[in-house]
């Protein structure tokens, strides 16, 4: 489906990239887009760019949503690349 996720920068690496996770997956985006990104800081992610930072209980609340509407799963099989097993959505 391609939605945008929340997720958490995990680290920051050079030239305006990051590596946020989720449920265990990592993965390198793009902070192009945003003037300051730090270690623990939430950041909306689609397609490989962190589009905007978001507080740690609004990531919350939209994966929850995410998950009670049935679309979270689907949206980390995309991020991991792989089909996730165990995640209840």
């Known amino acids: ?12 690496d050079s030239d ?4 946020v996770a989720l449920e265990g ?12 990104v730090a270690v623990g800081d939430f950041v909306l992610v689609h397609v ?3 589009l ?3 507080s740690e209980e609004e990531a919350e609340r939209t994966l929850q949503l995410m998950a009670e509407a049935g679309v979270l799963a689907e ?11 165990g995640t209840d959505a």
């Open 1 to 12: 489906m391609c939605l945008a996720i929340p997720a958490r920068v995990v680290s920051v």
């Open 16 to 19: 305006d990239m990051a590596t």
């Open 25 to 36: 997956i990592r993965k390198p985006v793009s902070t192009a887009l945003l003037e300051e």
């Open 48 to 50: 490989g760019y962190a």
């Open 52 to 54: 905007h930072k978001l």
């Open 75 to 85: 949206e980390l099989e995309e991020m991991a690349g792989e089909p996730v097993v």
